[in-house]
């Protein structure tokens, strides 16, 4: 487990500052439809699990269930921390890009519990989803050059 949280750091530095970003245009009042896009988590997770998949297969020799797992555990910590950004921006009563309606896919403002609800599920899911991601990427690892130069 070590091994893979070293590894995660520079994708958890990077989560952070999606993070923050995310929040701040949230709370400065840029309009969700405008600026979701901009600092999406979603977005991060997927090209930065795939990635993670490619280049760790190819430069540190990873298997497959490697590769998964260091996806999962990537899923999981994203969807903790929006897990957290959700329950600190309601606890706190703020509108951000973590309890607008439609992060939460829903028509309209719910709260907290439902809120939680929704991304509890997520909590389960989406992790799923980074294993297999980091598995596609394991995949077209091999298509990156060999670590060692030719002489």
Not at 39 to 47: G, I
Not at 65 to 78: D, E, R, S
Not at 97 to 112: D, G, H, K, Q, S
């Amino acid at each position: 487990m070590g091994e893979y949280l070293r590894l995660a750091r520079l994708y958890l530095v990077l989560l952070a500052i999606v993070t923050v970003g995310r929040w701040l245009m949230g709370t400065f009042g840029v309009p969700y439809e405008r600026g979701h896009h901009v600092f999406s988590l979603v977005t991060l997770s997927v090209f930065g699990v795939l990635f993670y998949g490619a280049f760790c297969r190819r430069w540190l020799g990873y298997r497959l269930h490697q590769a998964a797992i260091l996806g999962y555990l990537l899923g999981l910590a994203t969807q903790i921390v929006i897990l957290l950004a959700t329950a600190v921006s309601y606890g706190a009563g703020m509108e951000t890009y973590f309890t607008n309606p439609r992060a939460l896919n829903v028509p309209e403002a719910i709260p907290f519990a439902a809120a939680m609800g929704r991304r509890l599920g997520a909590v389960i899911a989406n992790p799923l989803f980074g294993a297999i991601i980091g598995s596609i990427g394991w995949a077209v690892g091999g298509l990156l050059p060999d670590s060692r130069r030719s002489e």
